[in-house]
């Protein structure tokens, strides 16, 4: 059978090596020839931040980073940008952070260098989010993407154990909606393989030892790969449902995909072949749910979003804007029944396997 598909490939920098992040980031500013540059990061990134940003020159620190970017917060930054005139954004920390830096580049187009900090892959995507009277809109435009993007192991040595699987199931996530979003293609598929392939080895060394270098490299190696195969397939079932979960109800990030990954995964899998084999393959089994359920068990996953704060009254809600959002071309056709069924088993943490068909 011939292979046809359009695939398209975002242009940025990458910068990877640990202990190197002052370094490579004194060197892209001034590779930009950057004169005013604002720094991004939250309250209690803004330490780690100032070390990686010593050796250049900082006309703003702004630190009022809130999750999900709240369209009030976005305007505030973007004021001061403004204000001060920055030519260049750089972003010290997770998807909240990024967010931010992306928010401000939508509408000045200023471009920005990501410092990640995190596995959540948004430094490597050109999909923004914004947060408005309880409603999260994304969307996708070049401007957003960070022109580069500099990971260092180093910088994560500091992330919670707990917080560190969160992030890097955010990240899986980002591989197994990528196999079947709407413009999945061959390359998405086989960048989304080797980031499964990658987090499923370093999430249960960050476990074993949180200090371990070669756990947290596979793991920004992974959620880097996880990020860019999902920027070109597009958003499929899972990103629709948890940023509905996020943006109304205003639920943790991480937690939230790394809870309702279990059962996107076993809602679609029968139902799309080809992806299946390729995700067993990439954890190393015959079944791709027994897979993700192996490294969910051993890396201690969060397992039920009523631990978040979210309760049964709020489906309704979820299962109405996710029928109007769920791509049309999920391996799986979505109903109120079956979506109420999802929702309610990822509330109360119950076993995925009810929900293959």
Known sequence: MS?????????????????QATENLAAEVARLEAKTVMVIAGERGMELATAVAKDIDVAVWHDEVVMHVPVDVAERARTVSADNGVDLLVSV????????????????????????????????????????NDVKTTGSDVKVLPVAVIYDSELTLSLPVELSIASGLNGLAHCVDSLWAPNADPINAAMAAEGIRALNEGLPLIVEDSQDIHGRDLALYGAYLAAVSFASAGSGMHHKLCHILGGTFNLPHAQTHATVLPYVLAFNVDHAPEAAARMAAAFGVDDAVGGLNQLRARVNAPKALKDYGFTAEGIPAVVEQALATIPDSNPRPVTEENLTQLLTAALNGDDPATLRR
């Open 93 to 132: 920390g997770g998807g909240s952070t990024t967010g931010l830096a992306k928010a401000i580049s939508l509408t000045t187009g200023i471009p920005s260098i990501a410092v990640a900090t995190t596995y959540a892959g948004s430094e490597a995507t050109d999909v923004w989010g914004l947060t408005e």
């Open 3 to 19: 292979l046809k598909f359009t695939h398209t490939t975002l242009g940025q920098r990458v910068l990877f090596g640990n202990g």
